[in-house]
């Protein structure tokens, strides 16, 4: 016990010591910015501002520079995973590109989509294999994310998303990223006695997808995944729900029915379960996704709320694989990514990056005897035919 308060003490110390130093740093930066003259700081930012960067925006910054990695600062795997799953999408960044950029110090310290722009910058422009995230990450410091902490990787995309739209000031910007990776359902909620129905849009970032059924027996493929997601759910016995005709609580029928799918379509593989216990621990049974993914040969006329023109533009193709490594307490985050101009898979470690197959993207469907192997976690898929 001794030991562990002790590491945990010089872990707080290192975490403190750091946060000062990043904090130093970032305010050395700030005041050398504020010093430049006008013409000069719009100069260094035209090739993120300017109109010309926009209208060859459809080029991202592998093809000018190739792969870059992200230095780990501090257990920020995870982070860097995400970071590179962002930055690697064209449709993200050009909306990035596309934000209004704060007029303060402080400000610019605490925006975060405006911090992720300096730092795509630095790695487009910059000729080493890797740069530091270390300025962003102290702007993320302030939204309470710090270093030294594992995350899971769901829960912190949902995070820097929200911060990101959060801090967008321009509206149409939002509305765009809203629709690049906003999914939209419809929950039905059903009496079984007076077949009263209520009906409630809602949206989602994530499909967050169970990977084991109502027995606790693992789902086999990813497709399976979803047609459990949206297959209807009896609510009886302890769930029942109160229904306003029948006056009393009454058997229910739940169901959700896909409405609008997104340009980039992120699912969740919930692959760390709670026991009875409160324990939590890792499912890294096999589990297969494909490289096209189409919706409509997945689930049924039931399952939708979706006209003809919706769901002619659900073929997805696979783009980005985050991968787990290790237990729920000490693991390690890495990303597969597909180059949306290449068209070739990378594997980004923190600072390493290499080409691979889709052989090695295939290593991490899991297996039963692996559990520390490398599991996918997040898989982003991107539409074939956008509308």
């Known amino acids: 016990m001794g030991q562990r308060i002790g590491r945990q003490e010089r872990s707080k110390k290192l975490d ?30 035209t090739p993120v501002f300017g109109v010309a960067d926009l209208k060859n925006g459809i080029t991202s910054f592998f093809m000018s520079t190739g792969a870059i990695g992200l230095y780990n600062v501090g257990q920020s795997c995870c982070l860097n995973s995400l970071l590179q799953m962002f930055f690697m999408n064209i449709h993200f960044t050009r909306i990035l590109r596309r934000i ?11 925006n975060v989509p405006y911090q992720m722009l300096l730092l795509l910058e630095e790695m487009q422009c910059g000729k080493r294999k890797a740069v530091s995230p270390v300025n962003l990450a102290c702007c993320l ?8 902490v594992q995350y ?21 910007l939002v509305e765009e990223l809203n629709g690049l990776y906003t999914i939209c359902v419809q929950e039905h909620l059903a009496c079984q006695k007076c077949s009263h129905e209520t009906k409630r849009n809602s949206s989602m970032l994530t499909l967050p997808l169970p990977v084991l059924d109502s027995n606790s027996q693992a789902l086999r493929t990813l497709e399976d995944c979803l047609q459990y997601f949206f297959h209807p759910e009896e609510l009886n016995v302890h769930n029942m729900c109160f229904c306003v005709q029948c006056g009393r609580k009454t058997p229910f029928l739940q169901s959700m029915k896909l409405v609008h799918l997104p340009q980039t379509l992120t699912i969740h593989l919930k692959r760390f379960c709670f026991e009875q216990s409160a324990y939590i621990h890792k499912l890294s049974h096999y589990l297969p996704f494909p ?37 729920t307490s000490c693991g390690h985050y890495c990303a597969y990514i597909r180059s ?14 290499c080409q691979v197959l889709w052989d090695d993207v295939k290593c991490t469907y899991g297996h039963s005897s692996l559990h520390w192997g490398e599991t996918a976690y997040l898989l982003a898929y991107m539409k074939k035919h956008p509308q």
């Open 16 to 45: 403190l010591v750091l946060s000062e130093t990043m904090k130093a740093e970032a305010e050395v930066q700030s005041n050398k910015k504020e010093a430049e003259e006008p013409k000069a700081q719009h100069q260094r930012l």
């Open 100 to 110: 209004t950029v704060p007029l303060h110090a402080v400000q610019k310290r605490r």
């Open 141 to 148: 410091s302030a939204y309470k994310v710090k270093l030294f």
């Open 152 to 172: 899971d990787a769901a829960q912190l995309f949902l995070t820097l998303w929200n911060l990101i739209k959060e801090q967008m000031a321009k509206p149409e």
């Open 291 to 327: 490289q096209d993914l189409d919706f409509n040969a997945i689930l049924t006329e039931n399952q939708c709320q979706a006209d003809d023109n919706e769901k002619a533009a659900w073929q997805y193709e696979l783009f980005a694989v985050v991968a787990h490594s290790g237990s």
């Open 340 to 353: 949306l101009t290449e068209h070739k898979w990378y594997c980004f470690n923190d600072s390493e990056v």
